[in-house]
């Protein structure tokens, strides 16, 4: 067995996220073969030889991060949307003068597949320098088939240009198009399902009130061959949540407006929260989403980045983990197993990434830190020393 090992750590202080605690492990080993963990855990217990080692000289080793949540495929910016808000012009303000989503569309819509890929590399090579070794990536930008398709298609490619693990979801749900009927609209949105279906891993939708309504989410959920996801509950609160609920979402996402009714409903589904606090921050909310009540009722909660070109132009996992603390509350250990194990089951891959278990995929980072609480105290610091993606 030990001379079928590819790959060990030695010397390493786990974070290994099966545990609320973190599981920590002050002196462990992570063993892999054919890029998954054979083992994680106490060194006493472990293997101590494989055709290489490495010594992490006493350096913290987690999961590799996840980034559950973003927009990372668009064409072009919307800084001067940025200039608009500073005014006092609010989000919907601008969505219903033709900025907003249907702004970046008109770029996205003039842009070929590989100047998306082009202009999206960037994004993901800054994710990459923190440790993240999975992203999901959004569509929604394009609101026709062939353009939503091109993005679908664009998202996959960067997994061919960088190692990286890409999900995608299909988003064709963002807003309705201009002087379009919003039911019209959807029935086209149900129509794109099965030419979408070889490009994506999941459907989701925007239930707000510039965009679609909880039963037209009902009705293009019912429809989904895929698993589905959903904006809820950002800008008010539309019952978003019931429907996420009712079609067993992994996740509904931003929910500042998310109340005891949506709460129930989701930890019932055991949906997860996914919480934007960089979103929150950029369009400088007010209301937080009710992080103690998601927690009291077991629902789990993940961040992300939500990096997109209106309301989130970010791309560190580690500020939001810091947004996460400070803006909404969350301890330490929940932000941590935010981008980790609660970001994984957001996508459906619990049972593949998101902890340091035998037989998940051999995705670490290594850090230069003394305790894990510096991934989230620190602002502007990038501790990585190391990133494995599926064992290298």
């Known amino acids: 067995m030990l001379s079928a090992m590819d790959r060990l750590w030695i010397n390493g202080r786990l974070a290994t996220m099966t545990s609320d605690d973190l599981g920590i492990e002050e002196d462990g080993v992570v063993a892999c073969c054919a890029g998954r963990i054979v083992y994680a855990g106490a060194a006493a217990n472990g293997p101590s030889d494989a055709r290489e080692v490495i010594d992490c000289e006493g350096r913290w080793i987690t999961p590799g991060l996840i980034d559950c949540h973003t927009h990372l495929i668009h064409a072009g910016n919307r800084a001067n949307e940025f200039a608009q808000r500073l005014a006092g012009a609010s989000y919907a303000e601008i969505a219903r003068a033709g900025g907003g989503i249907l702004s970046t569309m008109r770029a996205t819509r003039a842009a070929s597949e590989e100047e998306l890929i082009e202009q999206g590399l960037p994004r993901l090579d800054a994710l990459i320098a923190e440790g993240v070794t999975t992203v999901e990536i959004k569509s929604g930008y394009g609101l026709e088939l062939e353009s939503e398709l091109k993005m679908l298609r664009a998202a996959r490619a960067l997994s061919e240009r960088r190692p990286i693990s890409v999900t995608t979801t299909f988003l064709g749900a963002h807003m309705v198009p201009p002087g379009q009927d919003p039911d019209d609209y959807l029935d ?72 005891e009714t949506g709460i129930a409903a989701m930890a019932a589904a055991r949906t997860v929260a996914v919480l934007l606090p960089g979103a929150y921050y950029f369009t400088r909310e007010t209301r937080k989403p009710p992080v103690e009540a998601l927690h009291a009722a077991g629902v789990p909660i993940a961040i992300a980045t939500d990096c997109n070109p209106g309301t989130a132009p970010l791309t560190s996992l580690l500020l939001v983990m810091n947004m996460a603390a400070t803006l909404f509350g969350l301890s330490i250990e929940q932000c941590l197993i935010g981008v980790t194990r609660n970001a994984a089951r957001a996508l459906g891959r619990a049972d593949e990434i998101g902890t340091l278990e035998g037989g998940k995929s051999c995705d670490l980072a290594i850090w230069n830190i003394d305790h894990p609480a510096e991934l989230v105290y620190r602002i502007g610091f990038n501790p990585l020393h190391a990133r494995i993606w599926r064992g290298q």
Do not use: W
Not at 197 to 208: H, Q, S, T
Not at 227 to 235: D, F, G, I, R, S
């Open 188 to 259: 086209s949105v149900i129509a794109m399902l099965p030419e979408i279906l070889p490009y994506a891993d999941a459907v989701d939708a925007f239930c707000e009130t510039i965009a679609f309504s909880a039963a037209q989410v009902d009705r293009l959920f019912a429809a989904s061959p895929l698993p589905v996801k959903l904006h809820a509950e950002q800008l008010s609160n539309n019952g978003g949540t019931l429907i996420a609920g009712r079609h067993n979402a992994l996740s509904a996402d931003h929910l500042e407006y998310l109340d």
